[in-house]
């Protein structure tokens, strides 16, 4: 741009200024909920099903009142209002009223005066069950005559899209590639649990304040659950220690408990969950089963693209509908597609209900259909950055759904990126020469019979102390060979791609909400108030807004003050998800700004003795274009109180036109985020554990509004991606959470994590803030297809199951040379 | 003085696996006697033919002790795969042998050294073999007010020695199968083999097929493959749990068993190093 040299570091834009809320964080100054004790606080203990299906015959609450401490002992008949958390089907209960649906439900609360005597109570208060019978998993649940967990069917939402004639597609296709992914439970693992503290004021206003990324989905259940007026209720989000979706819908029930006990005992009461607690109940990502298909040309163009996914969507819709909406759209991955049919079900079962968390639907569908793209590269025998360059959207393709991409479509250059800096043409080459000289190794080799089962099959198992038969041999170091890796160990390099898009904003499903609204004040001394409706949950929020403020005004980032997020402020804003915030909160703000920039331009003018379309405003404050000193922001501001000229507006934005037809045809999102990941991974040939050694992660979000806030949130989301693709998963033991905390389940360290290079390609979207589109969620998205694509590289097997452990990768291999060993007898024969 | 706690009452030597499974409610009311502090339970001494270990001293000051270091380095690998920099400055051996955990990272050296355990109660001493203290998951073999003082190590000619463990991350890892060994080998002969395994019985074991496979036998190709098989189906009892498969552990016994033998022969090799100089 041509007036880049002119306001060289004069934006504010696509500087990485000091995160806003940074050094609170790291002194320890920050206040989370826990942190706040007012005096006569009571603290609540939540008893919880046993049971994953039952019908509630009685409620004894009598020893728990007898402990001392105890206050109260709730349970749904206390609940004035409506009994339901509303979000989008209405059906998950504050507290169980009849049946308890899942292992883990909250079935009555106690109150007493410390944490201690509420959990000793909580624990005698006695439920007598009538066991119903159960399902527990989403494919048994569609099944006719499956226990009934929701409706007729247990279909919670289901979709489809259809595009072209995929039958005919696939009888005329060269290549037909088909198979089934599982992924599992995950949990969003944020490192502050679940919190809230109710209490009601003196003028009958329930104050509702904790950890939470929506505070107006909390702020409708709470004044839903006591049956009070919008208007009497009053929600503030408290520094939040991280939510990635797991604070989106279910604070609202931590937060109508805490309401509801302060409500009844008239005093202050504190919920805060153990780790084990928020394990068990609260939302988490979706275990999913996709069956993906493609068909293709000898050349690679892919004709055709079939999808059946389901979602395993536990005892209670939550947002599944929506989860679901958003994998529907993006099933058959980032590519120019004629022939299109996809069907999708999010399905009831007696499990602990999934909600959101972050990718919302789309990393399930993600790995499948891009673990896919590469056995259709390796059948057509084309190199699987090639294969999905040629099939990539481009500007003026349409998306699976009919979506023109008519701007704002950096895919292509994201592609190029990725390839050139992770040095895949030298890296891919290696890998096929090795794999090339493997054939012929193995061809020639001769796995002596032994009577130890899966050892025999495994080369490595039966070879002795450093002199296995074919142990680094020939061997070249670096990508793609197996090498000597110190200590003994063998292990083979690979490298593997994924790409994939990311619909910003709520889209088509969640049209009705997709608003947000900013108040901005200017104060006499030249700093400014802003207050906005979507949270800051770690993911730099408040840095990016308050860029965004001060460009507008032109006034210093540092006299910038983001507000906590308060119900009271703006009207409702919508939820804190869908990478939305810098979009929608950015462009509220934009729009509260510009008139009192207009009337600080007018003011500067007069100062100035310029006309107004004479006077710039930058970084540095407002000038006379024809030269001379800047007036300060300061300086303006104290001149348009001195005029008594307005300078606090409130700012409303809504999203652009969506839709979504019922055979799935529409312009599902306003937008695209596009992302290529390229994961190098070394594989222990005799172990089978997975080291990701590299990931290279490229993305276009549109203007990138903090560089360096951006990169770490896609380091957090690559590392995130590496958990779901290595290690993480919520075990139950068919109901209960058997993990269900950080002993157990299996977060990736420091030390597990890979050198990390991020790129932006910079695509402007012309209805965002300075171009922004957004970036929170896609990091997450990518990463696991491409780790198992570098996986299959390295030894040749297609993970068909995440998380993708030793154990399973060993028991792959150990399978694929059992099936050759058949193979060569049968042939010997 | 203990005697004077009334009711229930548990030592407790730095706490790294009592205060989980306190605050997880699955231990039974008690009252806590914190050992930890007490001088004579801690430091390292060393005797002509024994290093003693206090049973209260923390891994960290294991790890950075030169006696141990140069005695018994499998033991100072063991100790520092145990949880984290924090976990190792409050975790001790002592604490490690009473929780009787099978996947005990500390216990497992212990095992493949002979380890001595000094049990005391009130003036009435016992000394019992490190692998017999665990006597099932989680129980062992400690009476009312037993308290363990000191673990004995004899020096003995032995010029291999290794730690191995398998767990889901690179640190901070619950073994899913660990393996010690330690043996004298000279001219291509091994004698004085001891294998112990974690996590892959109902307690620490020690791998006594597999022992007696390598042991005066010359570490050829075909005797590690026979140890190879025996530690993997005659030793290794594993179970099936959500922290990984029987399969999987008894082939990784195998692994462990190859890769000890491989890093170690490789060393003496080269460099003829025997730990005991």
């Known amino acids: ?829 | 003085m203990v005697a004077r706690v009334r009711g229930a009452r548990r030592f407790v030597a730095g706490g790294t696996d009592l205060v989980v499974k306190a605050k997880d409610g699955k231990l039974a009311p008690a009252t806590w006697i914190d050992v930890a502090q007490i001088r004579e339970l801690r430091g390292i001494s060393e005797t002509r033919g024994s290093v003693v270990i206090g049973a209260a001293t923390p891994y960290t000051e294991i790890i950075e002790s030169k006696v141990v270091r140069r005695v018994l380095p499998a033991l100072v690998e063991a100790c520092a795969e145990i949880g984290s920099v924090q976990i190792r400055n409050m975790g001790t051996l002592g604490g490690n042998l009473a929780n009787a955990s099978p996947a005990a990272d500390g216990v497992v050296p212990l095992v493949a050294y002979d380890a001595e355990v000094v049990i005391q109660r009130g003036a009435r001493k016992r000394v019992i073999p490190a692998v017999d203290i665990a006597t099932g998951p989680g129980r062992s073999c400690l009476g009312q007010d037993e308290l363990i003082t000191e673990i004995r190590l004899a020096k003995r000619r032995r010029n291999i020695a290794a730690f191995l463990k398998l767990g889901p991350r690179a640190s901070m890892a619950i073994a899913k199968v660990s393996l010690a060994l330690v043996a004298d080998l000279r001219r291509g002969r091994l004698s004085d083999v001891r294998i112990a395994l974690g996590a892959v019985a109902p307690t620490v074991i020690r791998a006594t097929h597999a022992e007696a496979i390598l042991e005066g036998n010359i570490l050829s190709h075909d005797v590690i493959a026979r140890a190879r098989v025996a530690i993997a189906e005659s030793d290794a009892i594993p179970i099936t749990d959500f922290r990984s498969t029987a399969a999987y552990r008894r082939a990784m016994c195998a692994v462990l068993l190859g890769r000890a033998l491989r890093v170690n022969s490789d060393d003496v090799g080269r460099s003829g190093h025997n730990p005991l100089r």
């Open chain 1, 1 to 829: 741009m041509a007036t880049d040299e002119v306001t060289e570091g004069a934006s504010w834009i696509g500087r990485s200024v000091k995160r806003a809320d940074g050094r609170d964080k790291l002194t320890g100054r920050a206040k989370y909920v826990d942190d706040y004790a007012p005096a006569g606080c009571l603290h609540g203990a939540t008893v919880r099903s046993a049971k994953p299906h039952a019908r509630i015959k009685r409620i004894d609450g009598r020893a728990a009142c007898r402990v001392d401490g105890v206050e109260a002992v709730l349970t749904a008949s206390n609940i004035p209002g409506t009994n339901r958390m509303p979000l989008i089907i209405n059906d998950y209960p504050f507290l169980a009223d009849g049946v308890v649906r899942f292992v883990g439900e909250a079935v009555a609360l106690v109150v007493a005066e410390t944490p201690e005597a509420a959990r000793r109570a909580a624990a005698l208060v006695r439920v007598d069950y009538e066991d119903l019978p159960g399902v527990f998993d989403a494919r048994d649940a569609l099944k006719p005559g499956a226990p009934r967990v929701f409706g007729e069917d247990n279909v919670f939402k289901k979709f489809r899209v259809r595009r072209g004639d995929v039958e005919k597609a696939f009888a005329e296709a060269d290549v037909v590639v088909e198979a089934e992914f599982e992924t599992p439970y995950q949990a969003q693992a944020y490192i502050e649990t679940q919190g809230m503290l109710a209490e009601v004021e003196a003028d009958g206003t329930v104050f509702v304040a904790g950890s939470m990324q929506c505070p107006f989905y909390v702020h409708d259940a709470v004044a839903a659950a006591l049956g009070v007026g919008q208007n009497r209720v009053r929600i503030v989000q408290r520094p939040t220690g991280g939510g990635f979706g797991g604070k989106e819908d279910v604070p609202s029930i931590v937060a109508v408990h805490a309401a509801l006990a302060a409500h009844v005992t008239g005093r202050p009461v504190k919920f805060v969950y153990t780790r084990e607690e928020d394990f068990l109940a609260m939302s988490k990502r979706h275990p999913a089963f996709a069956r993906v298909k493609y068909g293709a040309r000898r050349d690679g163009t892919i004709t055709a693209c079939e999808v059946n996914y389901i979602l395993d969507a536990g005892a209670y819709a939550t947002l599944s509908p929506a989860v679901l909406f958003r994998g529907t759209v993006h099933a058959v991955g980032p590519y120019r597609i004629p022939n299109v049919a996809v069907d999708t079900f999010a399905v009831a079962t007696n499990k602990v209900p999934p909600g959101a968390f972050r990718g919302f639907g789309q990393p399930q569908i993600t790995f499948a259909q891009e673990s896919l793209i590469d056995e259709l590269a390796a059948r057509l025998g084309i190199d699987p950055f090639e294969l999905r360059e040629k099939n990539a959207l481009r500007l003026g393709d349409e998306t699976a759904t009919g979506q023109v991409l008519r701007e704002s479509c950096g895919f292509g250059e994201a592609l190029a990126v990725a390839r050139r800096e992770s040095g895949w043409a030298e890296k891919q080459k290696r890998g096929a020469q090795r794999r090339d000289a493997e054939t012929q190794r193995e061809e020639a080799s001769v796995i002596a019979p032994s009577r130890l089962g899966v050892l025999a099959l495994n080369p490595v198992a039966g070879a002795g102390a450093g002199a296995g038969a074919d142990a680094g041999a020939g061997a070249d170091a670096g990508a793609g060979a197996d090498a000597e890796a110190g200590a003994g160990r063998r292990v083979a390099r690979g490298i593997g791609v994924s790409a994939n898009y990311y619909g910003v904003g709520l889209g088509a499903a969640g049209k009705y909400i997709d608003r947000a609204g900013a108040h901005v004040q200017v104060q006499k001394d030249g700093t400014v108030l802003v207050a906005v409706g979507n949270t800051e949950i770690g993911q730099g929020a408040r840095s990016s807004l308050c860029q965004i403020a001060a460009e507008a005004l032109g006034a210093p980032f540092e006299a910038v003050h983001l507000l906590d997020i308060d119900t009271t402020r703006v009207p409702d804003s919508g939820p804190t998800v869908a990478s939305r915030t810098t979009l929608m909160s950015g462009n509220a703000i934009l729009d509260a700004a510009r008139p009192i920039r207009e009337t600080l331009v007018k003011v500067a003018a007069d100062v100035l003795r310029v006309a107004p379309g004479a006077v710039m405003v930058d970084a540095h404050g407002y000038r006379a274009a024809s030269g001379g000193e800047a007036l300060t922001f300061q300086r303006v501001a104290s001149e348009a109180y001195g005029r008594r000229l307005p300078v606090a507006t409130q700012g409303w934005t809504v999203a652009a036109p969506t839709s979504f037809d019922e055979n799935g045809r529409g312009d599902a999102y306003v937008v695209y985020a596009f992302s290529v990941n390229v994961a190098e991974v070394e594989v222990d040939l005799e172990t089978f554990e997975t080291r990701v050694v590299e990931v290279t992660s490229v993305h276009d979000i549109g203007r990138v509004v903090n560089p360096g806030d951006a990169e770490g949130q896609v380091e957090g989301g690559v590392v995130q991606g590496m958990g779901y693709a290595l290690c993480e998963e919520v075990v139950l033991d068919g109901a209960a959470v058997k993990n269900g905390n950080f002993t157990g389940y299996i977060l990736p360290t420091m030390a597990d994590s890979p050198a990390i290079r991020v790129r932006f390609v910079e695509a402007p979207y012309s209805a965002g803030p300075f171009g922004a589109k957004g970036l929170a969620e896609t990091p997450i998205v990518g990463p696991a297809p491409a780790i198992a694509n570098a996986i299959r590289d390295a030894v040749g097997v297609m993970a068909r199951r995440l998380p993708i452990t030793p154990e399973r990768l060993a028991e792959m291999v150990w399978e694929k040379k059992r099936e050759k060993k058949i193979g060569r007898k049968t042939e010997d024969r």
